[in-house]
């Protein structure tokens, strides 16, 4: 069965900050690519990050390229989100997602197979 589990999420003030877990099971992790999307109340489902199988070649969103940091570490099965300078605008659930080695662009929400539950960021003073 697979599963990607989510943790890390919470309450933190403008300016901190948080990391982001996703362990993964059920299939081979580092056969898969792995990114992480967030969706605020009322929005549509965004891109945030991406990280090839290898961990060599990451992807970023603009809105968080120079504060987040995508990685991994196959033999753990885990990825993560580390976040800093957090601002109210990154506030949403912060989902992690597994997509095959065929992926095209990374950033569309189509090109993944697996879905985490998701984990609530909220940053406010």
């Known amino acids: 069965q697979v599963q990607l589990v989510e943790s890390g999420g919470g309450l933190v003030q403008p300016g901190g900050s948080l990391r982001l877990s996703c362990a993964a099971s059920?299939?081979?992790?580092?056969?898969?690519?792995m990114g992480w999307f967030r969706q605020a109340p009322g929005k549509e489902r965004e891109f945030v990050a991406a990280?090839?199988?290898?961990?060599?070649?990451?992807y970023y969103a603009d809105s968080v390229r120079g504060r987040f940091t995508i990685s991994r570490i196959n033999a753990k099965s885990t990825v993560y989100l580390q976040m800093n300078s957090l601002k109210p605008e990154d506030t949403a659930v912060y989902y992690c997602?597994?997509?095959?080695?065929?992926?095209?662009?990374?950033?569309?929400?189509?090109?993944?197979?697996?879905w985490g539950q998701g984990t609530q960021v909220t940053v406010s003073s």
């Open positions: 990280i090839r199988w290898s961990g060599g070649i990451t």
């Open positions: 997602a597994a997509g095959g080695l065929s992926m095209q662009y990374y950033t569309q929400p189509i090109e993944y197979i697996y």
């Open positions: 059920g299939f081979t992790f580092s056969n898969y690519n």
